[in-house]
């Protein structure tokens, strides 16, 4: 009963009854107790009425401005609820506002660091082509020196903006990811062999840890391959000389975990929960010096997700790194 409209037309009733048995009194007029009655259902309903009337026409302009429904299943009179509702509201609306902060923040360094990556690249091709241009292209000496630079600059380029296309792709439409059975043991092998020269002339061996049968999965083969790409990309690239980089493959009940461990430099503990967010390199100045951009942790994480799976990272400063997954068996 409490805050209802029938509480507060008793109090009106009731209040308006003693007034006018007060006034009566005054004039010494005598009116039975059944008129009092009949006076005081009046006033009671009357009150009732128009309080329920008043309290529907300002709930409906308050909801009007909280829900998302045109119409109000039920008319609503009880207040205490209406103050839960609008509570509740204002809880949502602030947690939609924290998020939007966020994502606006995102954004802004997002774009900076973009902006940043693109403009080395950039200005050293700006330098090359105009030093070209003043007359060091005649330079025998030089000409050829200065071309492969501004090469590897536009290659650096490239690169970054085919991480950074290959991102948006994968955010943009999620629901297109293909799955289809195959043999995950293959696919690691055929990265390894793509990757073999480079790791031959960094030192690195790449192997896996015993002979496998084939192990069939159910997954995205391209997709997957890229996250092996990068995976052993990486340990090539933060190993040290005559480093092994080995691949475990355990075959779970409904999954397979998948282990690339490296003996390379390691990571600190708390670069590892920094690793997998956009750009975040964890000795900049050393990574932008062996081509990293930062971006290749962010992709294989979003690809592991984007499958509902789990990618993990362990490392130990200067005994080595394990990256695993999971992917789904077939
Ligand atoms: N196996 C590893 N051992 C030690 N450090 C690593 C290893 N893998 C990644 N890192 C560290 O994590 C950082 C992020 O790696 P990530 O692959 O995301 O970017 P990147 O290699 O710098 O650039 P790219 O976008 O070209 O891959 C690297 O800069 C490096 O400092
Ligand atoms: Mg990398």
């Not at 943009?172 to 690691?188: A, G, M, Q, Y």
């Not at 080995?246 to 461990?261: A, P």
């Amino acid at each position: 009963m409490n805050n209802s409209p029938l509480k507060i037309s008793f109090i009106i009733a009731g209040i308006s009854i003693l007034l006018f048995w007060g006034f009566t009194s005054l004039l010494n007029t005598n009116i039975s107790f059944v008129y009092y009655s009949i006076l005081f259902v009046l006033i009671l309903c009357s009150a009732f009425l128009l309080i329920k009337k008043y309290i529907q026409k300002k709930i409906n302009l308050l909801y009007r401005t909280i829900h998302t429904q045109k119409i109000l299943n039920e008319p609503i009179y009880d207040l205490n609820k209406v103050e839960k509702e609008v509570k509740q509201w204002v809880k949502e609306k602030q947690i939609e506002i924290e998020h939007l902060k966020d994502t606006e923040k995102f954004r802004r360094e997002f774009i900076g660091n973009v902006s940043h990556e693109l403009k080395t690249p950039i200005f050293n091709i700006q330098g090359y082509v105009l030093t070209l241009l003043e007359g060091a292209l005649e330079d025998e000496q030089i000409n050829r020196k200065y071309l492969q630079r501004t090469q590897k600059s536009v290659e650096r380029m490239i690169t970054i903006v085919e991480d950074l296309s290959n991102i948006s792709n994968m955010e943009s439409s999620p629901e297109t990811l293909k799955t289809k059975k195959f043999d995950i043991v293959s696919c690691t092998l055929s990265v390894l062999e793509s990757l073999e020269y480079k790791a031959k002339k960094s030192d690195i061996t790449l192997r896996f840890d015993k002979e496998y049968d084939p192990i069939f999965v159910e997954a995205n083969e391209s997709k997957i391959s890229q996250v092996f790409v990068n995976l052993v990309n990486n340990s090539i690239v933060y190993g040290r000389d005559n480093g092994v980089t080995k691949i475990k493959i355990f075959d779970l009940e409904t999954e397979v975990l998948i282990e690339v461990s490296d003996n390379g430099i390691g990571i600190e503990e708390e670069d590892i929960s920094r690793l997998c967010e956009r750009f975040y390199r964890v000795d900049s100045a050393r990574s932008i010096d062996k081509g990293g951009t930062g971006l290749g942790l962010s992709i294989v994480k979003h690809i592991i997700e984007s499958h509902q799976q789990t990618f993990n990272i362990r490392s130990t400063v200067g005994v080595g790194s394990t990256f695993s997954f999971t992917l789904q068996k077939y």
